[in-house]
Nanobody, 122 residues
């Protein structure tokens, strides 16, 4: 199986910065899209940022974070990062790492981390 572990969340003031990390482990035969999603209380989970190698490393960002957040990927380490700048209270949420991968069971599947809390105080 594939395990994703996030780190880097925490409490930051309005206008501050945080960097999230996600590391994947397990039997990963091929990794495709990796990205970050978030879920605020009472809201649905939404895409924050994603890299898709199968589409020539296409980047997708939510309109609300474009220009403030930057996603990056270390393919050799099956890790991704999210640099978050100019944070606002509206960015407060649990952030989840996601990977779409071909794993050791010889199936493509969606894998999720346990989530890391980001809280931005006003």
């Amino acid at each position: 199986q594939v395990q994703l572990v996030e780190s880097g969340g925490g409490l930051v003031q309005d206008g501050g910065s945080l960097r999230l990390s996600c590391s994947a482990s397990g039997t990963i035969l091929q990794a495709d899209a990796m990205g970050w999603y978030r879920q605020a209380p009472g809201k649905q989970r939404e895409l924050v940022a994603r890299i898709t190698p199968q589409q020539r490393n296409k980047f997708n960002y939510a309109d609300s974070v474009r220009g403030r957040f930057t996603i990056s990927r270390d393919n050799g380490a099956n890790a991704i990062y999210l640099q978050m700048n100019s944070l606002t209270p509206e960015d407060t949420a649990v952030y989840y790492c996601h990977m779409y991968a071909y794993a050791g069971d010889y199936k493509w599947g969606d894998y999720w981390g346990q989530g890391t809390q980001v809280t931005v105080s006003s």
